[in-house]
């Protein structure tokens, strides 16, 4: 698979985690004691599921505009999620998984980024090795 394959499943893994963290808040908001398999988040913690699901969409718009801040958001996202998740583990605990597929790209981005610099400034050295070998021939 070549990179842009990969950028927009992994933009589509985004968008549906943010989408299932949208239905925790929508699922907050809901007035109805209904007693169904899943149980009521408490009040509060909606906002946070909103704020999540945001954080994701907009970590999903970076990677697509090919920004480094991605990461950032990325990260912020995922420690918001997990934090929910935790929280409400019974009903959330697969959401562990996709946060797994994330924090990977992330570490992946993060060392390939690292790699890259390191590789850069080898390079910057074997070339002022090279003029300065040159100058005083």
């Not at 946070?48 to 480094?68: A, D, F, K, R």
């Amino acid at each position: 698979m070549n990179l842009p394959v990969l950028q927009y499943l992994f933009a589509g893994l985004l968008l549906l985690h943010a989408l299932i963290h949208f239905m925790g808040f929508v699922r907050t908001m809901k007035n109805d004691n209904s007693s169904g398999p899943v149980r009521r988040v408490p009040g509060g913690q909606g906002w946070l599921w909103l704020l999540t699901s945001l954080l994701l969409v907009l970590t999903m718009i970076l990677v697509l505009q090919y920004s480094n801040h991605w990461l950032f958001a990325a990260m912020i996202s995922l420690l918001l999620s997990q934090l929910l998740i935790v929280l409400n583990w019974r009903d959330a605990k697969w959401g562990t998984l996709v946060n797994v597929i994330i924090l990977v790209a992330v570490l992946f981005v993060i060392a390939a980024v690292y790699l890259g610099s390191q590789a850069e400034k080898k390079d910057r050295t074997r070339i002022a090795a090279t003029n300065s070998v040159q100058k005083n021939l």
